[in-house]
T-cell receptor
């Protein structure tokens, strides 16, 4: 079975400060990992993914994430937060080995960036 | 089309009625997914279609839920004898399967309210 945990329901950060949104996963094999963002009253948008190779992945809007196999984590980071980054963020995983195509999503973390 | 299109965007129904939700995926995308987003619950996988293969129905919560995909394109999710706990946003997503690394493109969802 594949699962994702996002331990924080909400993260608050001041504009200009670095931000981190945490994600840990569980799969029986090796993972594909993803981050999606949902702005108010909008559908989910893809941010970035880890498939293989470099553990540090760069994505849209200046976001990046680091794959850590030993800690089974894939935390989302940004060096300097913007008010416009305020949204709901979802981490997702798919186990490469099972052949199951459906992503399993975490429960989401609301990011609030204060001016 | 340019993106995944879902209709209706909002549906209010009475308990016990049947509802149909429609998804029109991105042209050329062979994989189609339905997810359910309930308040504070994250995204719950419902069903996955891939080409002519048998769909993965493992996420459907009860036999009141069914879905079909006609001609490998448009999909309809049907909920029979709706219950109040069915109230949620139903999200459809599509993806390319060739070279697929799981990136999903989401519609804006159909918000279902069961009174």
């Amino acid at each position: 079975a594949q699962s994702v945990a996002q331990p924080e329901d909400q993260v608050n950060v001041a504009e200009g400060n670095p931000l981190t949104v945490k994600c840990t996963y569980s799969v029986s094999g090796n993972p594909y990992l993803f981050w999606y963002v949902q702005y108010p009253n909008r559908g989910l948008q893809f941010l970035l993914k880890y498939i293989t190779g470099d553990n540090l992945v760069k994505g849209s809007y200046g976001f990046e994430a680091e794959f850590n196999k030993s800690q089974t984590s894939f935390h989302l980071k940004k060096p300097s937060a913007l008010v416009s980054d305020s949204a709901l963020y979802f981490c997702a995983v798919r186990d490469r080995g099972t052949g199951r195509r459906a992503l399993t999503f975490g429960s989401g973390t609301r990011l609030q960036v204060q001016p | 089309g340019a993106g995944v299109s879902q209709s209706p965007s909002n549906k209010v129904t009475e308990k016990g009625k049947d509802v149909e939700l429609r998804c029109d995926p991105i042209s050329g995308h062979t994989a189609l997914y339905w997810y359910r987003q309930s308040l504070g619950q994250g995204l719950e996988f419902l069903i996955y279609f891939q080409g002519n293969s048998a769909p993965d129905k493992s996420g459907l919560p009860s036999d009141r839920f069914s879905a079909e995909r006609t001609g490998g394109s448009v999909s309809t999710l049907t909920i029979q004898r709706t219950q109040q706990e069915d109230s949620a946003v139903y999200l459809c997503a599509s993806s390319l399967i060739e070279g697929n690394t799981g990136e999903l493109f989401f519609g804006e969802g159909s918000r279902l309210t069961v009174l």
